[in-house]
C-alpha cells in the first residue's frame, strides 16, 4: 500500500494479469561472464512462472535492460504485431524495439546470463541493481542506477502530480 496524499494505492502483485508478479529492488554482482544470481525473493514471488523463461531487452527511455516474464513479452509482442508494417515509422519503430532481443532462462543455478551486447547498452559493470517496474524487472548499473533515481523532493511532486494528477483512484 502506498499512500499517494488522500488516497492509497493497492497494488497486489501475485493476483493480478497485468503486474509483474514479482516485487522490490535488490543489488546483485555480475561475473566476468556476464551471469548474476536471480535474487531469490522474485523467484518465490513468481512460483511456476519464472519456469517459463524471460525475454531481455534494451530499454526504449533509459540506459538500463528490461527483463520480461515469458508471459508479459507474448502481450508486448501482440501490441506490437499489430502495427502496419507498410508505415515507415511503424517499421523503424518495431526494428529498434526489437534490437537486442534475447530470450533467457535460469540455468539450473538460478543465474541468468545477460548477453555481452546487452551488458555493452546498459554500459553495465560488476555491481547491478534489479528493480520491479510494473511489467518488467529493470536491470541497472548500480552507479547509474543511483544518479537516475535521485530527485529533489519537490520535483518528484510536481512529476507525480502531472502523471498521476487526473486519475480517478477508486
Known amino acids: 500500500m502506498v499512500n499517494c496524499g488522500k488516497?492509497?494505492?493497492?497494488?497486489?502483485?501475485?493476483?493480478?494479469?497485468f503486474l509483474l508478479k514479482a516485487t522490490g529492488t535488490y543489488e546483485c554482482k555480475v561475473d566476468a561472464k556476464g551471469r548474476l544470481m536471480?535474487?531469490?525473493?522474485?523467484?518465490?514471488?513468481?512460483?511456476?512462472?519464472?519456469?517459463?523463461?524471460?525475454?531481455?531487452k534494451r530499454s526504449i527511455f533509459k540506459k538500463c535492460l528490461e527483463l520480461?516474464?515469458?508471459?508479459?513479452?507474448?502481450?508486448?509482442?501482440?501490441?506490437?504485431?499489430?502495427?502496419?508494417?507498410?508505415?515507415?515509422?511503424?517499421?523503424?519503430?518495431?526494428?529498434?524495439?526489437?534490437?537486442?532481443?534475447k530470450p533467457i532462462e535460469l540455468d539450473?543455478?538460478?543465474?541468468?546470463?545477460?548477453p555481452s551486447d546487452l551488458i555493452k547498452f546498459g554500459e553495465i559493470n560488476k555491481e547491478i541493481v534489479l528493480t520491479s517496474v510494473?511489467?518488467?524487472i529493470e536491470i541497472w548499473d548500480k552507479s547509474m542506477?543511483?544518479?537516475h533515481i535521485?530527485?529533489?523532493?519537490?520535483d518528484f511532486a510536481r512529476l507525480a502530480e502531472d502523471v498521476l494528477g487526473d486519475f480517478e483512484i477508486q
Not at 488516497?7 to 494479469?17: D, N
Not at 535521485?150 to 519537490?154: L, N, S
Open 7 to 17: 488516497y492509497f494505492l493497492i497494488f497486489t502483485p501475485k493476483k493480478s494479469k
Open 38 to 56: 536471480f535474487p531469490s525473493v522474485y523467484k518465490s514471488q513468481m512460483g511456476e512462472d519464472v519456469n517459463n523463461g524471460f525475454v531481455i
Open 68 to 101: 520480461y516474464p515469458w508471459e508479459q513479452w507474448q502481450k508486448e509482442l501482440s501490441l506490437v504485431s499489430k502495427l502496419n508494417m507498410f508505415k515507415k515509422k511503424n517499421a523503424d519503430f518495431i526494428t529498434k524495439f526489437m534490437a537486442g532481443v
Open 108 to 114: 539450473r543455478t538460478g543465474r541468468l546470463l545477460i
Open 134 to 136: 510494473v511489467k518488467t
Open 145 to 147: 542506477y543511483e544518479k
Open 150 to 154: 535521485e530527485y529533489e523532493p519537490e
